[in-house]
């Protein structure tokens, strides 16, 4: 059983806010990852972390960034949020490179 | 331009009988797949997986079948249940990362 949490589960705020979506897994994976998904759309990869100290940009291009100060938690921020960054945000983790990764239970997010 | 593909949206099936999800490929160096299963506003759960060096996995009511020459796979699901019922993605590990599928859709009649 994974253990990876996200909070909040849903928001709803205004445009020009800054947020950040929370990302904590229990199981001590080096590997964290942040998704992108709009309904009926594939899950798009928009930022990666390989260990502390270590974020990269994923395949799509985003205007929000991480840190990864703890090898537990990855949190994702907007530093204003626009109704373009209205989507479903997904927080994976994994043991190595190639392993299976294991999915949070994601943020709708909806900006007005 | 899309790696892997799922050219059906959506699959509807009888309770009880076989469900079959189609994925296809492009990147011939792709060499490991997985299918997760994800329902409304909760993440994708990890269902099964399979390496290249396989033709066929099986975990419970779940079969991968890979066919490398045809860089096609497939997900079968017998029987069927209405629990069953979610979004099927496939997705293709390459240079670490995840390449996804857009998804099917499965709905399970009872």
């Known amino acids: 059983e994974a253990d990876i949490y996200q909070t909040p589960r849903y928001l709803v705020i205004g445009t020009g806010k800054k947020i950040t979506l929370e990302c904590s897994q229990t199981?001590?994976?080096?590997?964290m990852y942040w998704y992108q998904q709009d309904p009926g759309m594939e899950l798009h990869l928009i930022h990666y972390?390989?260990?502390?100290?270590?974020?990269e940009k994923g395949d799509l291009s985003s205007e929000s960034t991480v840190s990864r100060i703890r090898t537990e938690h990855f949190p994702l921020t907007l530093e204003s949020a626009r109704p373009s960054h209205t989507s479903q945000y997904l927080c994976?983790?994994?043991?190595?490179?190639?392993?299976?990764?294991?999915f949070g239970p994601g943020t709708r997010l909806l900006v007005l | 331009d899309q790696q892997v593909k799922q050219n059906s949206p959506s699959l509807s099936v009888q309770e009880g009988r076989i469900s079959i999800l189609n994925c296809d490929y492009t990147?011939?160096?792709?060499?490991?797949f997985l299918w997760y299963k994800k329902y409304p506003a909760e993440g994708p759960t990890f269902l099964i997986s399979i390496s290249s060096i396989k033709d066929k996995n099986e975990d419970g009511r779940f079969t991968v079948f890979l066919n490398k020459s045809a860089k096609h796979l497939s997900l079968h699901i017998v029987p069927s249940q209405p629990g069953d019922s979610a979004v099927y993605f496939c997705a293709a590990i390459n240079n670490y990362q995840l390449i996804w599928g857009a998804g099917t859709k499965l709905i399970i009649k009872p």
């Open positions: 199981m001590g994976h080096d590997k």
């Open positions: 972390s390989y260990g502390v100290n270590s974020t």
């Open positions: 994976a983790s994994s043991e190595g490179a190639r392993e299976t990764q294991y």
């Open positions: 990147n011939s160096m792709f060499d490991y």
